[in-house]
Nanobody, 126 residues
């Protein structure tokens, strides 16, 4: 049975940092593309970052380039999103998503991902 659980969200001041974690089970994580998405109130869910299986390639949406870093620890079956220099517009529920596996790339399209976590709230406010 596959399980995905995000954690690490919270309230942070502008300019601060957070590290989100996505703990998984039921996957051989290195075989899968993994992505982080976010959804702000009243807005559509958008892709933030993804990393392909075996970390062949990584993509970031323009608004987070240079501030966010996606990584994975296959030994812990965990994916991370390090978020630095946070801005109020980063406020959203952040979701971890995993694809069906064995692809050679990743994308920020929701339909590419089969498995989703429940999300963790990130609020950036002074």
């Amino acid at each position: 049975q596959v399980q995905i659980a995000e954690s690490g969200g919270g309230l942070v001041q502008p300019g601060g940092s957070l590290r989100l974690s996505c703990a998984t089970s039921g996957f051989t994580l290195d075989h899968h593309a993994i992505a982080w998405f976010r959804q702000a109130p009243g807005k559509e869910r958008e892709g933030v970052s993804c990393t392909a299986s075996r970390d062949i390639s990584t993509i970031y949406t323009d608004s987070v380039k240079g501030r966010f870093t996606i990584s994975r620890d296959n030994s812990k079956n965990t994916v991370y999103l390090q978020m630095n220099s946070l801005k109020p517009e980063d406020t959203a529920v952040y979701y971890c998503a995993i694809d069906r596996g064995f692809g050679s790339s990743c994308s920020l399209y929701m339909l590419e991902y089969e498995y989703w976590g429940q999300g963790t709230q990130v609020t950036v406010s002074s």
